[in-house]
């Protein structure tokens, strides 16, 4: 098993540009979630899903957009990007109601 | 609204050295707590889940137990290595309808000395 999967690993746009980070998971897990990552802030959700064609909003989901296609992949766009979506984000999975929680290895995105 | 507390925020300690790291949650409704670890730069890796009706897990030199009444559980690392050096964080789950949601804390940062 590959776990969660996360594409690309760093990126750089500018204010405004628009981008969708990928997640994948190959463990048949149902949910999945989304989490920006910032110093002194923790671990907050953006947004998340308890299976295919069914999303929800998370603490922040303000200027981003996902969707669950299916079961697999878990994408996460931003629409127009802002300096204060730099962050690290992180996508996880886990079996519902009460299964452990895996993260992937996460995106690092800087807005300029 | 669930916060979760984690004291302290750093740790220094020798090599062999055994530990505890502290979490603390307010509401005692949950349905799991989950302990992770963050190395610099890298995502979080999970160590041990405890569900509301058990008491402790173990696995290897770590040992989680869970008081849901009093609403702590702690981590204890036995035997100290400089490769545990690392964020810890624990998390706990609470059915808030559609899904459960995790709530974390903001970590004890942990190192660990030759």
């Known amino acids: 098993n590959a776990g969660v999967t996360q594409t690309p690993k760093f990126q750089v746009l500018k204010t405004g540009q628009s981008m969708t980070l990928q997640c994948a998971q190959d463990m048949n897990h149902e949910y999945m979630s989304w989490y920006r990552q910032d110093p002194g802030m923790g671990l907050r959700l953006i947004h998340y899903?308890?299976?295919?064609?069914?999303?929800d909003q998370g603490e922040v989901p303000n200027g981003y957009n996902v969707s669950r296609s299916t079961t697999e992949d878990f994408p996460l766009r931003l629409l127009s990007a802002a300096p204060s979506q730099t962050s690290v984000y992180f996508c996880a999975s886990r079996l519902l109601p009460s299964g452990a929680q895996y993260f992937g290895p996460g995106t690092r995105l800087l807005v300029l | 609204k669930q916060e979760v507390t984690q004291i302290p925020a750093a740790l220094s300690v020798p090599e062999g050295e055994n530990l505890v790291l502290n979490c603390s949650f307010t509401?005692?409704?949950?349905?799991?707590l989950q302990w992770f670890r963050q190395d610099p730069g890298k995502g979080l890796t999970s160590l041990l889940l405890i569900q509301s009706s058990q008491r402790e897990q173990t696995s290897g030199r770590l040992n989680a137990s869970l008081d849901k009444s009093s609403g702590r559980s702690t981590l204890y690392i036995a035997a100290s290595q400089p490769g545990d050096s690392a964020t810890y964080l624990c998390?706990?789950?609470?059915?808030?309808?559609?899904?459960?949601?995790?709530?974390f804390g903001t970590g004890t940062r942990l190192q660990v000395t030759l």
């Open positions: 509401d005692s409704a949950i349905y799991n």
């Open positions: 899903s308890v299976g295919a064609g069914i999303t």
């Open positions: 998390a706990v789950s609470k059915n808030t309808g559609t899904a459960s949601k995790l709530t």
